[in-house]
Each structure stands twice: as C-alpha cells, then as structure tokens.
C-alpha cells in the first residue's frame, strides 16, 4: 500500500495542481463578473463566482428602470470617461465590436431605439435569466451569501483566512463600485483591491442628481422642460448636453444633467464654483427675432401669455421675476435692456451647483483602479500576478445611454478570454 501512495503520489500532486491551475474565483455577480465567467468557461476554465448577496446580478436587474438599457449604437470613446488617457487602449473598436456578438451568443434578441438598446422583451430579467443559465450549462460554481472581506497572497491567493478559506490560483475582482450599496457594490471591492498593493482613485458619484440652493426650487418642483444645459467651472464653460431637465426640489435631474454630474461631482470635490446654465430656448439660434415674431403673430397677447407657448407657467413666473420683469406687460413695451434681460434669463438660466446627491442615488461612480496599474491587453494587475479587475470598480465610467452595462460587457470579454 505503501509502495503504491509513493508510486501515484507525484500523479496525485500534478493532478490537484492542474485542477488548481485552472480554478479561477471571481468576486462579484455583477454583469462583468458574470460575463468574465461565462467566458472563461466557454474557453475551458473551471470558474467559481462569490457573491456576498443570496440574488445575482442586483443592480442589473434595476438598470434602465427596469428595462436594462445594455449597450449604445454610438460607440465612440467621448462617451467613456476615466482620470487616465490611456483609456484609448481600454475601449477600443475591436472590444466594442464584441459586446454585440456576445448576446447573439446568448440567445438575446434586442431593439433599438434613438441608439439604445434594449432586450426586446424590455426586461432586465431577460438578460438575467440568460446569462445565469449559461452559468449553469457551463457548469459555472456560484457561491452566494459569501462577502469576500479578506484576501491573502501567497503561493496562491487566500479568500477569508479565518473563515471559509477559499483558495484559488487566479481571482477576478468585479465587486462593482460603490454607487447605490443596496444592491451589494458598497466599496469593499476597492479595499479589497487595496489590499493587494493597488492604489484607488477617489470614487465619486456619477449620473446622479444636482443639488443647489435656491429659494424657486419650491416653485419649480415637478416640472419637465427641454433645455441645452451646460456645465460651467469657475466660470469656464466645461460641458454642453441638450434633452429633458427635470426641475426638483433640490435642484436638477434628468439624463443631460447626469452626464454632466460627473464633472460636476469632481470639481465640487476639490471646492470649485460649479453652475448649470439652461438655455430654455435651444429651438432657436436668434431669440430676439424669434420672440419680435411671436409677439406679432399674437399681439394681443401679454409677456407671460407669450411664453406660455414654450415655457410651463410656474418657469414662466420664476424666469420673469429674476429678470425683473412685470408679466402682464407687452412685449413691445420693453426697452432694449429689459428685453436683453428676459433674453438673458431665458437663454442663460444660471443655477448655483452646490453639492450632488449622494452615492445612494447615483448610478456609478468615477474613479477606482487607477488604469496605470492595469495590463490593458489582459486587464490583468500589473502589480499582482493572477489578479483581474472587470467592471466599475476600475477607472472607467461612461455616459448615461448604455455605456457603463457597455464597460461591464466588453472587460468581462476580455478578462475572460485572457485569464490564466
Ligand atoms: C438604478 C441604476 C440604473 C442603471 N441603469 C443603467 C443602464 O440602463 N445602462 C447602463 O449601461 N448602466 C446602468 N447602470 C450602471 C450599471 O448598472 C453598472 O455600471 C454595472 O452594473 C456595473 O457592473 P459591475 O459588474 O462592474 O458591478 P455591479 O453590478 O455593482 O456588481 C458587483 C457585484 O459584486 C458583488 N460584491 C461586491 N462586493 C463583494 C464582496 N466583497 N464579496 C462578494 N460579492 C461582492 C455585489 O453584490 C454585486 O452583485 C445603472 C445603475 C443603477 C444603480
């Protein structure tokens, strides 16, 4: 018995090690997790995922409101944001070309619309459901209700010492950012990560809501307007967006105040002066000529009845007292000066931007691992051998539209073609 444990043993020890070789432990259930795994499945790899809550895939399930708005028509890098300009290496045509390919390969069938994408069944749960069941086809572990607190590197790495002691050769951290902790990304990924030697970026919110402090915003609570916003740092235009504004209590909402909110949230961070300008008359190029037109056309009619026909009428009271103008008057009453003022307040609505709301309601942050730190061909650490990020935990954040699912998909693609 003896001389057959000696005989076979060096087999056994190879054996075990090519099972460990291939045993790759992914941190997160998120879309990158998920993906990443599916992947290096398909590839061959033995794949386990950890997950800290008893549901995958969360946030997922909450994106588009529901409907997952997963990828954009208009794939350019202006629509993906990170401190580093290497991030030209990161998102390249190549791994744009991919996102859509892969959910072919799901079985996903999709619509478009203005350049969004959606599932066509207009469920984020479509998109769940197919990328869970491939995990399970590819015989992917998932590990749920384990939050990864604790990572040790030796021979190998070691996933909470003191508790469930989960070794693993190679791990993919894709534990998310810290936007929205409800869902599970409450940060941990980046102490993880700094654990492991990496530095991070400070996280701040992104695609969330602006908040000021203005005694109007009472009066103007509810209400939806089309506008041009733009972004102004110490007194520097930064950033143009042009859609629906939703006026809140607090300030501003809506998709072209998400997509400057990121800039925003970083200029507050280091105590600059932020204001939003919104042009409530983006319809036009000559403002003048075009109110003269409206007067004449309706001559009878008074300022406020006027503007009655672009401009919601709580707007209209508050437009008018700022420009110090009384609303029951005729346009052509106004002296050049008043009728510059009304202009300037109905083109150039300036707002005072005095915080964000708070990482709770936004949805992702800017900042993470730093891209320096990150192999781009492989996504793989360059200060720890075997170790990946995917996802929002790296320095890579996108607009509003289907960029930031985008990110998920395409560094899932390649951390798990490339992992070892
Ligand atoms: C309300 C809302 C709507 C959105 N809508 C859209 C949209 O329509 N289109 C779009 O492109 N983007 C949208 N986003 C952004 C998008 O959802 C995220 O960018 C994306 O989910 C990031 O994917 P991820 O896999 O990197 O991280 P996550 O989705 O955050 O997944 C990370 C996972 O890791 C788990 N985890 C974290 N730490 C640990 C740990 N220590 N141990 C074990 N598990 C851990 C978490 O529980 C979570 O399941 C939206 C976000 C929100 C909040």
């Known amino acids: 018995m003896i001389n057959f444990i000696f005989f076979y043993y060096p087999i056994f020890v190879i054996i075990s090690m090519v099972i460990q070789m291939e045993n790759i432990l992914i941190i997160g259930a998120g879309p990158a997790g998920l993906t990443a795994a599916i992947v290096a499945a398909r590839n061959g790899k033995k794949v386990t995922i950890i997950e800290r809550n008893s549901k995958c895939g969360k946030k997922l399930l909450l994106t588009g409101n529901g409907k997952c708005n997963f990828w954009n028509k208009e794939q350019n890098i202006t629509h993906y944001h990170s401190s580093s300009p290497l991030i030209k290496n990161f998102i390249t045509e190549k791994r744009q070309n991919s996102v859509l390919s892969f959910f072919d390969s799901l079985g996903i069938i999709y619509k478009e619309?203005?350049?969004?994408?959606?599932?066509?069944?207009?469920?984020?749960?479509?998109?769940?459901?197919?990328?869970?069941?491939?995990?399970?086809?590819?015989?992917?572990?998932?590990?749920?209700d384990i939050t990864v607190e604790k990572i040790i590197k030796?021979?190998?790495?070691?996933?909470?010492?003191?508790?469930?002691?989960?070794?693993?050769?190679?791990?993919?951290?894709?534990?998310?950012?810290?936007?929205?902790?409800?869902?599970?990304?409450?940060?941990?990924?980046?102490?993880?990560?700094?654990?492991?030697?990496?530095?991070?970026?400070?996280?701040?919110?992104?695609?969330?809501?602006?908040?000021?402090?203005?005694?109007?915003?009472?009066?103007?609570?509810?209400?939806?307007?089309?506008?041009?916003?733009?972004?102004?740092?110490?007194?520097?235009?930064i950033k143009k967006e042009e859609g629906e504004v939703q006026l809140t209590n607090y300030g501003l909402s809506g998709i072209c105040?998400?997509?400057?909110?990121?800039?925003?949230?970083?200029?507050?961070?280091?105590n600059k002066k932020v204001e939003i300008s919104l042009n409530f008359m983006s319809f036009t190029q000559n403002y003048k000529n075009f109110l003269k037109d409206l007067n004449k056309k309706s001559s009878n009619k008074t300022i406020n009845e006027l503007l009655e026909g672009f401009l919601n009428y709580k707007l209209i009271d508050i437009i008018l007292k700022k420009a110090n103008i009384k609303r029951n008057l005729k346009l052509n009453t106004l002296s050049e000066i008043e009728l510059n003022k009304l202009i300037e307040n109905l083109t150039n609505f300036k707002i005072k931007i005095t915080s964000t709301n708070t990482l709770e309601h936004a949805?992702?942050?800017?900042?993470?691992?730093?891209?320096?730190?990150?192999?781009?061909?492989?996504?793989?650490?360059?200060?720890?051998?075997?170790?990946?990020?995917?996802?929002?935990?790296?320095?890579?954040?996108?607009?509003?539209?289907?960029?930031?699912?985008?990110?998920?998909?395409?560094?899932?693609?390649?951390?798990?073609?490339?992992v070892k």
Not at 124 to 143: F, R, S, V
Not at 170 to 180: L, P, Y
Not at 392 to 415: K, R
């Open 363 to 418: 949805q992702v942050c800017s900042g993470g691992v730093p891209l320096e730190e990150i192999n781009n061909e492989t996504l793989e650490s360059l200060k720890v051998k075997n170790l990946y990020f995917v996802g929002e935990i790296i320095d890579i954040d996108g607009d509003c539209g289907g960029y930031n699912l985008g990110w998920a998909w395409m560094s899932g693609i390649v951390a798990g073609k490339n």
């Open 113 to 144: 619309k203005n350049n969004y994408y959606y599932p066509f069944t207009n469920q984020a749960l479509t998109i769940y459901n197919a990328l869970l069941l491939e995990c399970q086809k590819l015989g992917i572990k998932i590990i749920n």
């Open 257 to 270: 105040i998400f997509n400057l909110s990121g800039l925003a949230a970083k200029a507050l961070d280091k």
């Open 154 to 237: 030796e021979d190998c790495f070691i996933i909470n010492p003191e508790k469930e002691n989960i070794k693993a050769k190679t791990i993919i951290i894709a534990a998310g950012s810290k936007a929205m902790s409800k869902t599970g990304s409450d940060g941990l990924g980046y102490t993880l990560a700094k654990s492991l030697g990496h530095t991070i970026i400070k996280p701040l919110p992104s695609l969330v809501q602006l908040k000021g402090e203005e005694s109007y915003f009472k009066n103007w609570s509810g209400i939806r307007s089309h506008v041009l916003a733009s972004l102004y740092i110490d007194n520097t235009l």
